[in-house]
């Protein structure tokens, strides 16, 4: 096992306050290596620090699992097929260490998968179709997602060692995908309705599926994405506003129902992810000859605020800690050109960049609250290496 830890300048401090002074952070990096092969990327982080994501192991491309800790470090988790020629890739972790993701089976086909120290990999299974897929899963490891059931229908899936996969529903028509799971348990997606439109919902055991509507109103014609859940209930997504235009981001609450929050600089706006007090960030889509994207962070005290950038102008915002840290990817030069470099943003120091592992490029997309940051970063000889920054301000 491979670690190397160095210590960034922060650069690109964007001051939120106008004469306002940002606190300096720092940035430490781990090189969390590989299972014996070339690449490897992280795609989740606990707040005890457990890393998960997949790797391609020796004298395979096919990549298997992985878990890493500081103690134990890199572990193959295996497949369901069981064999080195299988690929398998973990997508979440809760703070007990229980590892969901999704794994090719002996018969080819994809399935989600939970594995945990004590009982190894097994196998979520269908809802009676050939395939399923895993989202999310929550902190006491309820997983969602989305499965094919005996008749070739998608359908959002809810799971537990105690209930086994439960079949969601839709809103009457054929489909639907679960895209995100609270702490208490309310999953959110998009299923399709009965006259075949894409509706957001919000399920609950309790409650059943309910149908968050859009922003052009009953009896219009319009689709809507729910993208993301709060641990209070909040709801974002995306939905078509009255009359034609770019998506608008919406919040929806069980009290306020769905509110119209506007598109960003006038663009198709995407929420990717909401805290608990509330903070969404996300990014929005400029189009023209050359795409453009810009990260934002909404709250109901700022509205949007831009980001910023590293350079150039795609940025994207993946996720938000509990405590406003945001993280994604940035390009460091005008019009889609040069490297991208996986960033932090606070409203108090603003965008810094964490830099590689002595190549070009670097992804980041999870945040723990207590700054630590998971993604990928290209080393010097090219390979791209799963990898770990650990954020603070000011000494902290």
Partial sequence: MRYR????????????????????????????GTLGGQNSYASAVSETGQVVGASEI?????????????????????????????SSVADGVTPSGQVVGNSLTAGGDIHAFSWTKHGGMIDLGTLGGSTSQVARVSPSGAVVGFSTNASGETRAFYWTPDSGMIDIGTLGGPFSFAAAISPSGQVVGTAATANFEEHAFSWTRAGGMVDLGTLSGPGVRADSVATAVSPTGEVVGYSQPPGAGPTHAFSWTAQQGMVDLGAFNGDFTVPTDVAARGQIVGYTLGGGNVITSDAFSWTKQTGFVSLGSLGGDVTFADAVSPSGQVVGTSQLQLQGRGPIHAYSWTA????????????????????TSNGLVAGSAMAADGDQHAALWQTRVGGA
């Fill in 5 to 32: 830890v160095f210590v960034l300048a922060a650069i690109a401090a964007l001051c939120v306050a106008a004469g306002s002074t940002a606190a300096t952070p720092t940035v430490a990096v781990t090189d969390l």
């Fill in 58 to 86: 020796a004298g395979h491309v096919a990549p298997h699992a992985f878990s890493w800790t500081r103690g134990g470090g890199m572990i193959d988790l295996g497949t369901l097929a069981g064999g080195p020629g299988h």
């Fill in 348 to 367: 108090g120091t603003g965008m810094t960049d964490l830099g590689t592992l002595g190549g070009d490029d670097s992804f980041a997309g999870a945040v």
